[in-house]
């Protein structure tokens, strides 16, 4: 372990020199209908994806600009200073997340922005809903008392749900707009939906997912179990007892579910990874199984305190992965924490890493292997 130890500083090192540098974004066009009076912001993997952070204000009327200083890669959007008014395609649709790799020189990119999906086509004709007929929404204004605000929570119920007496695991899942539907997500649907109904077609396999809609303004403070002081955040323990405390016993309490900790996952992306992780080693009796792509343990580090003392449960079950092309500390961070668990003798069979080549931070890559996290999570294979 002290080699591995050696090894993980080192490789820290490497990306902390090879990889510094510094990059200026600069606006050289805007759609025609820009309303001028509107400021744009510059969000993404570097700040918790908050799409309204005074750090992240761009600067200048005529061409905005913003310098950045990092290391490795980031994924990133404008926006003017919320999801609704994120920018899009030439005709107002979705974008991936841009992404760029900081070098050990100055740089300067020039950016375009073809159109703001809230001041496009698409604002009078919206994005038909994606979601399957198997997937409702339980409640728009769902309490949450332990934090005072409400919450839309959706449920996907397995196509075979009404026709026998079966009970069904559960995932529980963070950013609930991403989950199940285009017209919602404001950057791209994981496809859980349609994901699970073939699981069940192919392979007979049933489960119930509860998906949480984020905060919005406050998705960082409620996914972070520590305050960041940059950033924010400290609400996570209040959120995590709201699942635990409120949510789940209102799921078990209105639909088949088998409600033991073997049965029940929590999952989450990037932030959502870090309250799903949170969650389930805090409560092994609850979560059993973690799902955790693209983890930000850098957004708390005192996870790895965290790691370090607190009580593991010898059946509780880790998904971790990470893309190749995030930051290199998302990987690097996902693998400190499995380490640590190793170290303190959690099962190596329980607890699942893998780097994905050329993957980015975003939904299109977490889609893309939700069908394998839930396969290694509940042991299908």
């Known amino acids: 372990m002290k080699r591995l130890s050696i090894f993980l500083f080192l490789m820290n090192l490497i990306v902390s020199f090879t990889g510094s540098g510094q990059v200026t974004f600069v606006i050289e066009s805007l759609p025609d209908n820009h309303p001028s009076e509107d400021t744009i912001y510059i969000v993404g993997s570097f700040n918790g994806w908050n799409p309204a952070e005074s750090d992240y204000l761009l600067k200048g009327d005529d061409r905005p600009y913003i310098t950045l200083q990092g290391t490795g890669s980031i994924a990133f959007k404008f926006t003017r200073g919320s999801w609704s008014k994120v920018e899009g395609d030439q005709n107002g649709a979705k974008v991936e997340n841009r992404s760029y790799t900081f070098t050990a020189l100055p740089d300067t990119v020039l950016v375009s922005i073809a159109s703001w999906e809230d001041r496009s086509d698409k604002a009078t004709n919206p994005v038909v809903s994606t979601r399957a ?9 769902f309490d949450i008392p332990q934090l005072g605000r409400s919450r839309r929570i959706w449920v996907y119920l397995p196509p075979n749900y009404h026709t026998g007496d079966q009970r069904y695991p559960v995932i529980y899942m963070q950013d609930g707009q991403n989950v199940f539907d285009e017209a919602t997500s404001f950057s791209g649907e994981w496809g859980v939906d349609e994901a699970l109904n073939r699981l069940y077609g192919e392979e007979d396999f049933s489960a119930i997912v509860v998906a949480i809609d ?52 929590i999952v989450g992306s990037s932030l959502g990874g870090l309250i799903s992780y949170y969650a389930g080693m805090k409560y092994p009796e609850v979560f059993g199984m973690v799902g955790a792509p693209s983890p930000a343990f850098w957004f708390n580090p005192e996870i790895f305190d965290f790691t370090d003392t607190v009580a593991l449960h010898p059946q509780t079950r880790l998904y971790f992965s990470a893309g190749g092309a995030e930051e290199a500390a998302t990987a690097i961070n996902m693998r400190r924490v499995a380490d640590q668990l190793d170290s303190r003798g959690f099962s190596k069979d329980h607890i699942h890493t893998a780097v994905h080549p050329d993957m980015q931070h975003n939904e299109a890559y977490w889609r893309s292997i939700f069908t394998d996290m839930v396969r290694w999570m509940i042991s299908l294979d």
């Open 133 to 141: 007929s198997n997937v409702a929404i339980i409640d728009d204004h």
């Open 214 to 265: 984020n905060g919005g303004d406050r998705r960082i403070d409620e996914y972070a179990p520590w305050s960041n002081t940059d950033y924010g955040g400290g609400e996570g323990v209040a959120y995590v007892d709201f699942l635990i405390h409120t949510l789940k016993p209102y799921i078990d309490g209105h639909y088949k579910t088998k409600p033991e900790a073997t049965y029940t996952a």
